[in-house]
């Protein structure tokens, strides 16, 4: 090939060295900076313990109804924040990317008044096994004021062993499942929740609204939660609601 070949040739060159460094694969992403949720001093902490595969509903319906509070005056509102074994990101079951607050592995996190564990695609098989989150979610039991549980989220809760002496239920279709797992709990059916002590559990689902419109109504009493329902277009009267409430 002589010096006129290369001519020729010299703006095909050119242009695909332009288009190499231009494909997404080249391209510089900024670094991800940490920021951290400011909590207010004087509102209640409240946990969301997020894992992978965790459903969408179970996690941002009872995060909606706690996060409203903040619009609410003359009460302790809620600080709303989510913890995971990591700081990665978090992908739901239906595939929505979330970026975890605290690392419960490593973080110093702090006080939790209130814990939710939403039901996730591994909640009755592989997170059972995860000796950690089960110790993290026992140790939270011991200073918090409510332990929440939605859908297959009470399996978690019950194979911390914080369940044994106080009733509970699940996601209708897994109530037997759950009773086969631990036959020596107190476990009810054909309710949407049920509230033993500190421990609320739910039916999970769309239903989720309904257990933490519930615990803003201990919390704060009948018109405040009507008026965060009110927000949600929800008609909430927890008399038209199946739920047990274990004195």
């Known amino acids: 090939m002589n010096f006129r070949h290369l001519l020729l040739l010299l703006p095909f060159i050119l242009i695909s060295c332009n288009q190499k460094k231009n494909t997404p694969s080249t391209e510089i992403t900024k670094e991800f900076v940490r920021t951290l949720p400011e909590l207010n001093p004087e509102s209640y902490n409240v946990a969301f313990l997020i894992m992978d595969g965790t459903f969408n ?17 003359g009460i302790k509102a809620m600080n709303t924040f989510t913890v995971a074994n990591t700081l990665e990101p978090i992908t739901t079951f239906e595939g929505v990317r979330i970026l975890p607050d605290f690392d419960y592995t490593k973080d110093d996190l702090p006080q939790i008044d209130i814990l939710v564990v939403p039901s996730a695609e591994h909640s009755m098989d592989k997170d059972l096994k995860d000796l950690i989150m089960l110790d993290f979610i026992k140790k939270t039991d011991k200073n918090a004021l409510y332990m929440t549980s ?12 914080i369940l044994d002496s106080v009733a509970s239920t699940t996601f209708p279709s897994d109530v037997e499942n759950y009773r086969k797992m631990f036959p020596n709990l107190d476990i009810k059916d054909n309710v949407l929740f049920v509230h033993d002590g500190k421990y609320i559990t739910s039916a999970g689902g769309a239903k989720s609204f309904e257990a933490a419109l519930y615990l803003c109504e201990v919390l704060y009493g009948k018109e405040i939660t009507k008026s965060l329902a009110k927000g949600l277009v929800i008609d909430w009267d927890i008399e038209n609601v199946p739920h047990l409430t274990v004195q």
């Open 57 to 73: 509903t179970e996690f941002t319906a009872p995060f909606d109804i706690f996060q409203h509070t903040k619009f609410r005056e």
């Open 150 to 161: 939605h859908c297959d989220g009470a399996f978690l809760l019950a194979k911390s062993g």
